[in-house]
Each structure stands twice: as C-alpha cells, then as structure tokens.
C-alpha cells in the first residue's frame, strides 16, 4: 500500500477540513455541490469496485454484510447527527457549549476508522486501490469542515480546533495502514477484513443515498447543478473502471 496513498488522504483531509479557520464564510451552494460529486463518486466506487471483489469473495454471504453495514450506519448516525453526509442534526449556536461534540465526534472516529478498513486490503483489480482513495478523500473533505465549523461553534479555541481535526485526519489512513500490516501478518485478519468490507460498502451505500435526497435545497430537491455535480461524480467513477480493463 504506497505511503503517498495515505499521506495525500491525511493532507487533502487536514487541509480541506482548515479551510473553516481562515475563510469567514463558506459558501453553503458549493457546499451542497462537492457532497453531491462526492456521495456520487463514494456510490460509484462502492457499486463498481468494492460490492464485485467482495462478492466474489465471499459470495451470497456479502449480501448479508452489506445489509448490516447499512443498518450499522444508522445507529452511527445517532452519534454524529448527520456530520458525515453534510447535515447536522442539532440547533448551535456560536459560544454556546450545549452542542453534543463528544458524541459527533465518537461516531465521526468510529466511521473514519470503518472508512480506513478496505484501504488495507489487496484487491484484484488495479484500479480499485488507488480509486478507493480518491472517493474516500472526495467524502472526507467536507466532512472534515463541517467537523471544524462545529468545533469552532461549539468554543474551541483555533489551537485545539487545528489539533483535533488533525487527529481526525489520521484515524482512516492510520486504520487502512493497520489493516495492511496486520491482514499481511495474521490469515484470519486478512479473512476478517474481507467480511467487514461490505459492511463499510453498506455504510457508504447509506451516506451518499442520504446525501442525494436529504442534503441540499431547502425541499430536498435535486437542482440542475446538484444533477451535474453528480454525473461527474458518477463519470469519474466509471472512467476508472475503463482505465482497469484498459490494463487487463
């Protein structure tokens, strides 16, 4: 697993996620549009890449782990208030400290850490590894700013603020790096490891689903721009499986 995988993933996550420090006002539509592109290319990722490796290893077995990880999702959404597909579930305000942050926080490390399992992984196709990065980085940048917007509205000061986001920032790279290590080591963490990817492929089959029809307009609707931000999302997912069979 090349280490500028994981540096780029932590980097691209610390300095997407430190853009709320030093930009005053983010703007909420280019917002809506990169969680739009991103839970398209999560989607595309997980449907074309992820769901056929685990399935053909696994077999009929991966349906009932995809089935988990989806329902799994939805107790780690009571923890993080929908911080991880771009709505937050809970009414702040600036200074005040009523903001459940240890909960978001708990649940968000809890998803980084699933989101770093498959990265440890050796899959068959050549595109898969470097095209799970790529849309596990898309999902994490905005996530890592609503991360640090809470984290700045809740109170925290800038130096905790810089230090918390960079130690969200490693949970999912340290993760698919000790997953690596360990399922390289041990058979039955490397078995282990291909049974809790399609739970983590479930998990994303709910975030980016969510992120389509919850997040966005004030009526949930999809605008022509969101419908573009997601087509490209779903074009560079499938560009990378040509490029695969372009090598086979």
């Keep these: 697993m090349p280490f500028i995988y994981n540096f780029s993933l932590f980097f691209l996550t ?22 739009a592109f991103s839970g398209a290319f999560l989607l595309s990722m997980t449907l074309l890449h992820l769901l056929p490796e685990t399935f053909e290893e696994l077999g009929s077995k991966a349906g009932f782990f995809l089935l988990a990880g989806f329902f799994i999702q939805l107790f780690i959404q009571r923890l993080t208030h929908g911080v991880e597909h771009g709505h937050i579930h809970v009414h702040n305000h600036p200074g005040h ?4 942050v240890t909960s978001i926080m708990l649940g968000l490390s809890i998803h ?35 991360v640090t917007s809470l984290l700045i509205d ?8 810089i230090l918390l986001l960079a130690l969200f920032s490693l949970i999912t ?25 399609p739970i983590v492929a479930g998990a994303f089959i709910h975030i980016s689903t969510t992120i389509f029809f919850e997040s966005g307009t004030k009526h949930h ?15 560079i997912g499938l560009l ?8 086979v």
């Excluded at 809740?154 to 603020?161: D, F, L, M, N, V």
């Excluded at 790279?173 to 990817?197: C, D, E, K, T, V």
């Excluded at 605008?223 to 779903?234: M, V």
Aim: charged residues 10%.
């Design 240 to 247: 990378t499986l040509v490029l695969d069979h372009s090598h």
């Design 112 to 146: 980084a850490f699933m989101e770093g399992l498959p990265l440890g992984f050796n899959y068959r196709m050549g595109a898969t590894e470097p095209a799970l990065y790529m849309a596990v980085a898309a999902h994490k940048i905005p996530e890592a700013m609503l």
């Design 14 to 35: 610390l300095l997407g996620g430190s853009l709320p420090l030093w930009v005053k006002k983010l703007n909420d539509n280019a917002m809506q549009y990169l969680l």
């Design 154 to 161: 809740s109170g925290r000061s800038k130096s905790r603020t």
């Design 173 to 197: 790279p340290a993760s698919g790096i000790m997953a690596n290590m360990l399922g390289m080591s041990y058979n039955f963490i490397a078995q282990l490891i291909m049974s809790l990817i």
């Design 97 to 100: 400290h009523h903001i459940p």
């Design 221 to 235: 609707m999809l605008t022509g721009k969101k419908i573009l931000a997601i087509l490209l999302g779903l074009g």
